[in-house]
């Protein structure tokens, strides 16, 4: 199984700064890698995908990128709607596998 | 609009069993594969089982294998899991959620979850 996980746990950051969110893969998993926003009582939201690919409607706040194994979620210019929990998740291989999450949260 | 809507989740004892289900509209449900998400409370995502667009393939989380079954029903545009010996630790919000966004090759395909229903709970407790 494909351990993923995500730091810090945790992340303060202000209004208006940039936030950076890291996920390690024990293995490869090309760029199978995708990134979902999760809002306390809702769903998961997908936000990224193919590691760096935006599906329509997401803003352009939010970005990915890649280096072997080491993934990297980066938040511009947080919005107050942007304080959340944020999964990696690894679809190149069974089972798929998540992280454990990382909070954002105000400063 | 696309939409996913999950029903079936309520308390049940332990060694239970108990059948979800997840409507699909606003697409093609056929065309993808679909896939079962659950979250204990206050915990994380746990991917739980897969389902091929057509209904041949399905794949499961070790923790659920042997005792969850899941089926679809294209001509009803319906996804369903079938969980039986239910455990204390199966106690989650079940979230059904499509596979799309990403690329098929000869023999699998490597895609996202792009839209999730609003999740229904099953609590296992006595």
């Known amino acids: 199984e494909i351990v993923m996980t995500q730091s810090p746990a945790t992340l303060s950051v202000s209004p208006g700064e940039r936030a950076t969110l890291s996920c390690r893969a024990s293995q490869s998993v090309s760029s199978n890698l995708a990134w979902y926003q999760q809002k306390p009582g809702q769903a998961p939201r997908l936000l990224i995908y193919?590691?760096?690919t935006r599906p329509t409607g997401v803003p352009a706040r939010f970005s990915g990128s890649a280096s072997g194994t080491e993934f990297t979620l980066t938040i511009t210019s947080l919005q107050s709607e942007d304080f959340a929990v944020y999964y990696c998740?690894?679809?190149?291989?069974?089972?798929?596998?998540f992280g454990q999450g990382t909070r954002v949260e105000i400063k | 609009e696309v939409q996913l809507v999950e029903s079936g989740g309520e308390l049940v004892q332990p060694g239970g069993s108990l059948r979800l289900s997840c409507a699909a509209s606003g697409f093609t449900f056929s065309h993808n594969e679909m896939n079962w998400v659950r979250q204990a409370p206050g915990k994380g995502l746990e991917w739980v089982s897969h389902i091929s667009a057509s209904g041949g393939t399905a794949y499961y989380a070790d923790s659920v294998r042997g005792r969850f079954t899941v089926s679809r029903d294209n001509a009803k545009n319906s996804l369903y899991v079938q969980m039986h010996s239910l455990r204390a630790e199966d106690t989650a919000v079940y979230y059904c959620?499509?596979?799309?966004?990403?690329?098929?090759?000869?023999?699998?395909?490597?895609?996202?979850?792009?839209?999730w229903g609003q999740g229904t709970m099953v609590t296992v407790s006595s």
């Open positions: 959620a499509r596979g799309a966004l990403g690329y098929c090759s000869s023999t699998t395909c490597y895609v996202a979850f792009d839209v």
């Open positions: 193919g590691a760096s």
């Open positions: 998740q690894q679809y190149n291989d069974w089972p798929r596998t």
